[in-house]
Nanobody
């Protein structure tokens, strides 16, 4: 079956760094766009970063641009998010996703990232 499993979340101090990882299985992830989204209670899920199938193109939300880096390994079937200089407002549940040009199709269960002093 199709699975996306996130890992790497946890508690980190402001200014710190954290690496998130997502392992995909049950489908050929190399043909899909991959992404990281995040969501906080009471707000809609927002796109944080996305990456093209061949890693040639990446896009970031304005709030994380310059601080977060998305990468993928099509052999390992993984997508990662390196988060640097974390801020309090980065606190959220982070989800990885796979999709087509038109929509996001598959989602992981999410991993909690809490930035607190």
């Amino acid at each position: 079956q199709v699975q996306l499993v996130e890992s790497g979340g946890g508690l980190v101090q402001p200014g710190g760094s954290l690496r998130l990882s997502c392992e995909a299985s049950g489908f050929v992830s190399s043909v899909y766009r991959l992404s990281w989204h995040r969501q906080v209670p009471g707000k809609e899920r927002e796109l944080v970063a996305e990456i093209s199938p061949d890693s040639s193109t990446s896009h970031y939300s304005e709030s994380v641009k310059g601080r977060f880096t998305i990468s993928r390994d099509n052999i390992k079937n993984t997508v990662n998010l390196l988060m640097d200089n974390l801020k309090l407002e980065d606190t959220a549940v982070y989800y990885c996703s796979a999709g087509s040009y038109y929509d996001w199709l598959y989602w992981g269960q999410g991993t909690q990232v809490t930035v607190s002093s």
